[in-house]
C-alpha cells in the first residue's frame, strides 16, 4: 500500500488514468468486420461508406461478392466508384432497385463518421496487430 | 477526506464500462464510432442488436456462430446471384502442424466452401499441395494467410482451440493413414500414372508436413 499512498502527492497520474479511461471510452467500437470504404467517398463532398458484413452475410455468401462480383479480400484494395456502381458493378450487382435500395439512396450507404480511413472495424474480442 | 487508491480504479473501470459493448450486447449504429450519428441513415439502417440476437449465438467476433446459423437453416443466404453458376462444395479435411507445441489443426474444406469459391483461397493464398504453404502464425496475426478473413471477418485470432482441434498423435495416425492410402493408389495405378499428368493436378489431402524436417 506504500506505493498506492504515492499517488496522493500525483494528481497528475489521476489525470492520466481519467485520460486513458475517457480514451478507451470513446474507442471505436464497431461490429466485427464493418468496413469503411473512403478511398473517394470525402473528397467527392459525400461521407465515407460504412459496410457491414454481418448484415451482408444473413443475405449471401462469402462467394457471392468476393468471388463473383470481384471484391478483393483487402479492405482498402477494391477502388468502387458511382460509376461503376450505376452500370451494375460491384455493389450495383444488387443495389439496383431489385434485389437492394437503389444507388440514388445516397445517405443509406454512405453513413460514415467524416474523416474516418478506409478499413476494417469493430472487433468482439481482438481489434488485431494485423496491417488492417 | 482520505484518498483512496481502490476509487480511483473503480472510477477508471467505471470510465471505460459504459460504452464497451459485453457479451450478448451489440453496440447502436449511433454509437459504433464509424456511423455518423447525425447522419440520416440513423433510423432507418437496421441495428445489429435487432438482428443477431435472434442467430445461434457466439463469444467472439459478432456473437453469432455463423457456421451453424447457416446449417441450422436460421439464415438462408443465396450461394450466387447468376443462378447458373455452380456452388462449388468440397468436403476435406487438411491436418496441419502436426509436430507443433500446439494440438493440430483441422482445416474443414466443407465449413470454408459453405462460404466462398475456392479462388478465394487457391492459388494466390494457398497451393493445393502437401508442404507448399509455409504457414505460420506470424503470418495469420500479420493478416495474411488464414489472417486475410481470421481476424477480421471470420473468427478472430483469440479462438485458438477452434483450429488447433486435434491431438498430434491423433492427427499424425490420420495422416499417415491417409499417406499409406495414397502410396497404395499410386502403386496401383503404376505405369499409367507415370505418364498421366493429369494426375498431378488433383487436390492433395494434406498438407503441412513441411516442419516434420
Known sequence: ??????????????????????????????EYADVVLNRTAEKEGMRPVVFPHWFHRIRFRCKVCHAELGFKM??????????????????????????????????????GKPGLPPGIFGGHETNGPGIW | MPFRPTVLIALLF???????????EWAKLAEDGVHDPNGP??????QPGDALPNLPGDTA???VHWIKALRTGVIQPRPSIDPAREDRRLDKDIYLDLYGSMPSVRFPHLAHTEWLDCTN?????FLPKRGANNISMFLILQGQQCGV??????????????????????AQRIVAAIEAEEAKRSAADGDKAATDSGSQSQPRVLDGKAKTK
Do not use: Y
Request: hydrophobic share 40%; charged share 10%.
Open chain 2, 14 to 24: 467505471a470510465s471505460m464500462a459504459p460504452s464497451t459493448p459485453h457479451a450478448g
Open chain 1, 74 to 111: 483487402r479492405a482498402g484494395s477494391n477502388l468502387v466508384t458511382m460509376g461503376d456502381i450505376i452500370d451494375g458493378k460491384f455493389c450495383g450487382a444488387c443495389h439496383n432497385g431489385e434485389i437492394a435500395w437503389a444507388p440514388e439512396n445516397c445517405d443509406l450507404c454512405h453513413s
Open chain 2, 149 to 170: 478473413c481470421h481476424g477480421a471477418v471470420a473468427f478472430p485470432l483469440t479462438e485458438c482451440s477452434r483450429c488447433h482441434s486435434v491431438p498430434n498423435n491423433q
Open chain 2, 41 to 46: 441513415a440513423i433510423g432507418l439502417l437496421q
Open chain 1, 1 to 30: 500500500m506504500r506505493a498506492f499512498a504515492s499517488l496522493r502527492r500525483m494528481p497528475a497520474l489521476v489525470l492520466l488514468a481519467v485520460a486513458l479511461g475517457t480514451g478507451v471510452s470513446t474507442r471505436s467500437h464497431a
Open chain 2, 121 to 125: 483461397c487457391h492459388d494466390h493464398l
Open chain 2, 61 to 63: 467476433g459478432n456473437q
